[in-house]
T-cell receptor
Framework: DTGVSQDPRHKITKRGQNVTFRCDPISEHNRLYWYRQTLGQGPEFLTYFQNEAQLEKSRLLSDRFSAERPKGSFSTLEIQRTEQGDSAMYLC???????????FGPGTRLTVT | GESVGLHLPTLSVQEGDNSIINCAYSNSASDYFIWYKQESGKGPQFIIDIRSNMDKRQGQRVTVLLNKTVKHLSLQIAATQPGDSAVYFCAPGAGNMLTFGGGTRLMVKP
């Protein structure tokens, strides 16, 4: 257990529905990252926050995806109008500014039917 | 952009033997490198990291070697155990950004 928690662990939804995932980072970590991982691939960066500011977003992050970290602690990732291609493991990681090591949570597995 | 490659997608070793997992990277601006272990259904687990100003770092049963000249690093696991069976990722980092390759699956035969 790294100290990063994610909820829910599994989510099954129908195409077109909205889903929201939550990540609670290690408490003293001010950086929080979201990744997406599909079967047989490494994690792909989606976005990251330093405190409450969203500093970078990947081109993978379509307009249907939005992430927030309102108080600089937990974060949410929302996917609107889900598509079957959104099926993946969504991973959250956190780190300090220095050192950079990112610690990952257990992930939320999303299945869109 | 960054590309990360792993030489062997699957590595099968006998329990008790040493394992070596290789990784090539392309971004010369990478200033640190992290190895992660991922078991089925779990998130990546931090194993060990190495900074670009080092060429070797040792941990508990693991050693990382970095060759910046050829942009290559390796993870050596001593006395491999069944619990080491997992997918291993190297992740070069530049600033606060990590780039993951496709991973190497390590299978430990009893």
């Amino acid at each position: 257990d790294t100290g990063v928690s994610q909820d829910p662990r599994h989510k099954i939804t129908k195409r077109g529905q909205n889903v929201t995932f939550r990540c609670d980072p290690i408490s003293e970590h001010n950086r929080l990252y979201w990744y997406r991982q599909t079967l047989g691939q490494g994690p792909e960066f989606l976005t990251y926050f330093q405190n409450e500011a969203q500093l970078e977003k990947s081109r993978l992050l379509s307009d249907r995806f939005s992430a927030e970290r309102p108080k600089g602690s937990f974060s949410t990732l929302e996917i609107q109008r889900t598509e079957q291609g959104d099926s993946a493991m969504y991973l959250c990681a956190s780190s300090l500014v220095i050192p950079y090591e990112q610690y990952f949570g257990p992930g939320t597995r999303l299945t869109v039917t | 952009g960054e590309s990360v490659g792993l030489h062997l997608p699957t590595l099968s070793v006998q329990e008790g033997d040493n394992s070596i997992i290789n990784c090539a990277y392309s971004n010369s601006a990478s200033d640190y490198f992290i190895w992660y272990k991922q078991e089925s259904g779990k998130g990546p687990q931090f194993i060990i990291d190495i900074r670009s100003n080092m060429d070797k770092r040792q941990g508990q049963r693991v050693t990382v070697l970095l060759n910046k000249t050829v942009k290559h690093l390796s993870l050596q696991i001593a006395a491999t155990q069944p619990g080491d069976s997992a997918v291993y990722f190297c992740a070069p980092g530049a600033g606060n950004m990590l780039t993951f390759g496709g991973g190497t699956r390590l299978m430990v035969k009893p």
